[in-house]
Nanobody, 124 residues
């Protein structure tokens, strides 16, 4: 079973940037899509972005498209989320996830493994 460990969260002012990282322990990493979700207090977990097994087909929720960029490094078994022009409504715990196949998007049922999450707080 893969272990996913997020890092890079923190407190930032509106308009600022953060880069989240996710390290995977899996022996096989490159066969599966990777993604980021977030959950704000009192709200359901929300899809943020995903990327296919080869680094192709990035997909974003409308609210972050143009501000966030997902990427991966299969050699290092790492997934990243570059977040620019952050807004207070981006405040949430961000989770890294691994899908059960080479491509996946917002359907929660497509995602098999989850990290513990990293807090992102954006002040106004």
């Amino acid at each position: 079973q893969v272990q996913l460990t997020e890092s890079g969260g923190g407190l930032v002012q509106a308009g600022g940037s953060l880069k989240l990282s996710c390290a995977a322990s899996a022996h096989v990493f490159s066969d599966y899509a990777m993604g980021w979700f977030r959950q704000a207090p009192g709200k359901e977990r929300e899809f943020v972005a995903s990327i296919g097994w080869s680094g192709s087909v990035p997909y974003y929720v409308d609210s972050v498209r143009g501000r966030f960029t997902i990427s991966r490094d299969n050699d290092r078994k790492m997934t990243y989320l570059q977040m620019n022009n952050l807004k207070p409504e981006d405040t949430a715990v961000y989770y890294c996830a691994q899908a059960g196949g080479p491509y996946a998007q917002s359907d929660l049922g497509s995602w098999r493994q989850w990290g513990q999450g990293t807090q992102v707080t954006v002040s106004s």
